[in-house]
């Protein structure tokens, strides 16, 4: 089911692998902006690192030149790690975008993009707070 007339929404996330905690940005269009939001995003979650190393695919939105000087912008504080093509399951937020699509996005029967984009945000806090539970019984 389409919710309205052919309207889309993209996210662009980041997986912790330590904590598999998902930080994601939303936007109307995929482009080198929704990147360097998520980028941005990354140095906010993380403030305190020295060096935030991201592993990603070669969409040409990741290494264009608006991103390039953003990364500068950030002062060289992430780093970017580029998989070789056609390697999507060597990245492991395709996994969590499966998921997310197996669970929300392809069986819904919302009638607006509006509630589909509140079930998208739902699905995923429950994800990273099920994520973060299972981080501090690791702790304690």
Known sequence: MTPGQNVKRYLAGALDVRTGLLAWVEGERKT??????????LRANYPKASLIHVVLDNYRIHDSKITQAALAGLGGCIRLHFLPPYCPQHNKIER???????NVTRSHTCPNIKRLMVEVREYLWRRNR???GVERRRAG
Request: proline fraction near 0%; aromatic fraction near 10%; glycine fraction near 0%.
């Open 32 to 41: 080198s902006a929704l990147f360097i939001a998520l980028l941005q995003r």
């Open 96 to 102: 969590v975008w499966e998921e997310l699509h197996a």
């Open 130 to 132: 099920i994520r973060a």
